[in-house]
């Protein structure tokens, strides 16, 4: 897989993929932009090299059909003020409209297509529909590290029909962290888990418990691990068919002698609201009747201790329902943890991305990932399809 600086673009048609899917308000206003200024430096360098750039990207779920409130207008005005150059926005992705855009493109400029997922063929990987996306295009880059994991017709069935094909620096970013953390960590390398379900997590931790020196699990999926372990659960989130399969994750983790870190007290209440009342126990004196919702203060100590030594953390997850501020101390406090230890920290995007900005720790870690679900599937081990696609370009 060649980068963008390893391609000649100069002059030529370059249809970048990035993954514009931004939060808007409800006054369709951009409420962050992270992961537009994070292909800002692939946008630029290809402007410095004169090329004429192409954009696309999906927003939402549209779900194949046009919807005004998931245009890509509000990116087109944020990029237009981030860049200080006009980006124009084509009415749709493909079509007359969008050809005689791209026909009278000049170098220097920048059209963005409008919605790929306005089209059903999109998700659908379509073959026809990435052939005339493909059309656009001397040369193709994905940025799209978060849409990475998916098979879709702009990311996978693209590049079968584009004659040079490559990957923007976002992705080089994401690709050298994940793979510098997983294959030649610094250690002691700590693993954070959490999230409400082991299922959402399994294969990671039976990935990542082969290759840490400490394994970390809060959030909901902790309490799998602790009936697995004989003790009073509550109405906590429970999955009965998965505890086998924590036991044999405890056992594989005292077989490599992985020390295994879970609760030892959280915060329960009687219901997953704001107006419930609060307590907080040990994990051996859970109420049958209520249900555990966030880490307690011990296990906050516990954790925090536990990153001490720590030259390598991985973090995919948070420790409670940090939506609620009853049950976020947790989540937040472990976010100061991470970000105040001497460890190359990387958090992986999604609700551990909002937890630790929220947090106000964003500036403590060493990186965040602009994709959740694709980082998740590399600490599962597996090969992303919008990154094998770019290895096999062309056949």
């Known amino acids: ?95 007359p409209e969008v050809d005689a855009m791209v026909a009278g493109l000049q170098p220097g400029c920048l059209v963005l297509l409008e919605n790929l997922r ?4 999109e998700t659908a990987n379509d073959d026809a529909f990435a052939k005339r996306l493909a059309a656009y295009a001397d040369v193709y880059i994905d940025d799209a590290f978060g849409n990475a994991h998916r098979s879709h017709a702009s990311n996978v069935g693209i590049t079968r029909h584009v004659p040079v094909c490559g990957a923007g620096f976002l992705i080089k970013k994401e690709l050298n962290y994940f793979l510098r953390a997983l294959e030649k960590p610094a250690r002691p390398f700590v693993a954070i888990i959490g999230g409400s379900k082991v299922s959402g997590k399994l294969e990671a931790m039976v990935n990542l418990i082969r290759k840490v020196d400490k394994m970390i699990i809060g959030g909901g999926m902790a309490f799998t691990f602790l009936k697995a372990q004989g003790y009073e659960v509550g109405k906590s989130i429970v999955e009965d068919e998965l505890i086998p399969t924590a036991l044999d994750v405890l056992q594989t ?54 990153l001490g030594n720590a030259k390598t953390v991985v973090w995919n997850g948070p420790m409670g ?64 399809p919008g990154i094998e696609a770019l290895d096999r370009c062309g056949s």
């Open 1 to 95: 897989m060649k980068y963008i600086d390893e391609i000649d673009i100069k002059g030529k048609r370059v249809l970048f993929r990035f993954d514009f899917n931004v939060p808007l308000d409800s006054s369709q206003n951009i409420t962050d932009d992270t992961r537009i200024r994070a292909v800002l430096p692939t946008i630029n360098y290809a402007l410095d090299e004169g090329a004429k750039i192409i954009m696309i990207s999906h927003l939402g779920r549209p779900k194949g059909k046009v919807v005004p409130e998931m245009s890509l207008a509000p990116v087109a005005k944020r990029m237009s003020r981030l860049l200080g150059k006009q980006v124009s926005l084509a009415g749709d992705c493909i079509g």
């Open 118 to 121: 306005f089209h059903p063929e």
């Open 253 to 306: 983790a005292r077989e490599h002698g992985v020390k295994f870190y879970l609760p030892i007290d959280c915060v329960i209440a009687e219901a997953m609201t704001a107006e419930a009342e609060t307590k907080i126990v040990p994990v051996q004196e859970m109420n049958a009747h209520w249900m555990g919702l966030d880490i307690g203060p011990a296990t906050i100590t516990l954790f925090t201790e536990a």
């Open 321 to 384: 329902v940090f939506e609620i501020d009853a049950f976020s101390r947790g989540t937040y406090a472990l976010a100061h943890g991470v970000g105040n230890s001497y460890a190359l920290t990387i958090v992986g995007g999604g609700d551990t991305d909002v937890a630790i900005h929220r947090a106000g720790e964003s500036d403590k870690i060493g990186y965040i990932s602009t994709g959740g679900g694709a980082s998740l599937e590399l600490l599962e081990g597996k090969v992303l």
